[in-house]
């Protein structure tokens, strides 16, 4: 009864780091990848040993492209990602991934070979930035319909389309914190909003939903068992669901977590972003199912009855 006891202080710790987020969004903005605004990728490889990325570096920031991405991928490849680039710029930006390296006293250059080159106009970018949102919308409202309709027939003492409610509230919190939090260490460590990112933020809906289903699942199931003498409050009765189903919780998302730690430290830089998030994701989404969905119910139930 603690969490239900003290869910003002919960719901207080979730506004403040909502609106931090949504400060984060308009301050720092929303640094685009060039999946929506459009750009061009390159991935070039290396006969011999990759060159130090330090010395690849300032050849690229001579040809002043601006704002970009050089990630190393597996261990023979560089991967670029910056703004539309014509052809010339293109064959200059191959020769600056051909550093000359001086090894005891011998010159050598490490020849770049050119593998793929993606180029993504801004209009292709804008369509894929609007289909990212309506996917997100329509996951969310899918959800929502999913609960309310397993729940139909929970309808004492609250309607059933309010666990929906209390779903799609915790599902916000749960998008707005991990974007939050990325725009932020995007900003100071660089990283940019991508399809993966959009990925990202799917998994964590999935995920999130279906540790709040657990919880409600064992409310429905605690108040179907009442009877007249043994019955209890609606706030008992989710209090009661929350302590029994808090260790199943934390383990199943110690054990994500653990893995995508995992993934974050020694998988690919370009999974680095992905594996950020859904850490983020996965804390939220935690903490909501079990501090914010299921106090939620609690809280609509008394406002009813006003």
């Not at 729940?151 to 915790?170: C, D, E, H, M, N």
């Not at 599902?171 to 990325?182: K, N, W």
Request: glycine content about 8%.
């Amino acid at each position: 009864m603690f969490i239900i006891n003290h869910r003002k202080i919960f719901f207080t710790l979730s506004g403040l780091l909502i609106v931090l987020s949504i400060a984060a969004m308009v301050v720092y903005g929303f640094n685009l990848g060039i999946d929506f605004k459009g750009g061009s990728l390159l991935e070039v490889s290396y006969a011999g040993a990759r060159p130090p990325i330090g010395q690849i570096k300032p050849n690229i920031d001579a040809l002043k492209l601006g704002d970009y991405i050089l990630t190393p991928e597996g261990s023979d490849r560089f991967l670029l990602k910056t703004r539309d680039i014509t052809p010339d710029e293109k064959s200059n930006i191959v020769t600056a991934l051909s550093p000359v390296i001086i090894s005891n006293g011998t010159a050598n250059v490490s020849l770049a070979k050119e593998e793929s080159f993606t180029s993504i106009g801004p209009s292709v970018g804008a369509q894929l930035a609007h289909k990212a949102l309506i996917a997100i919308i329509v996951v969310i409202i899918c959800i929502v319909l999913f609960i309310t309709f397993a729940f139909r027939k929970v309808s004492f003492p609250v309607a059933s389309w309010k666990y929906g409610l209390s779903t799609i509230i915790a599902l916000a919190h749960d998008v707005i914190i991990p974007t939050g939090v990325f725009i932020i260490w995007s900003h100071f460590r660089g990283g940019q909003v991508d399809l993966l990112f959009v990925t990202a933020l799917l998994a964590i809906l999935g995920y999130s939903v279906h540790d709040t289903i657990v919880v409600f699942d064992r409310v429905r199931e605690n108040l179907r068992i009442q009877t007249g003498k043994n019955k209890e409050t609606f706030s008992e009765t989710v209090g009661k669901s929350v302590t029994q189903t808090f260790g199943r919780s934390i383990n199943t998302s110690l054990t994500i977590f653990l893995a995508l730690v995992a993934l974050y430290f020694i998988g690919g830089a370009a999974t680095k972003d992905f594996a950020f998030v859904l850490l983020i994701g996965i804390i939220a989404g935690t903490y909501s199912s079990i501090f914010v969905a299921s106090p939620l119910l609690v809280t609509l139930e008394k406002m009813q009855k006003k």
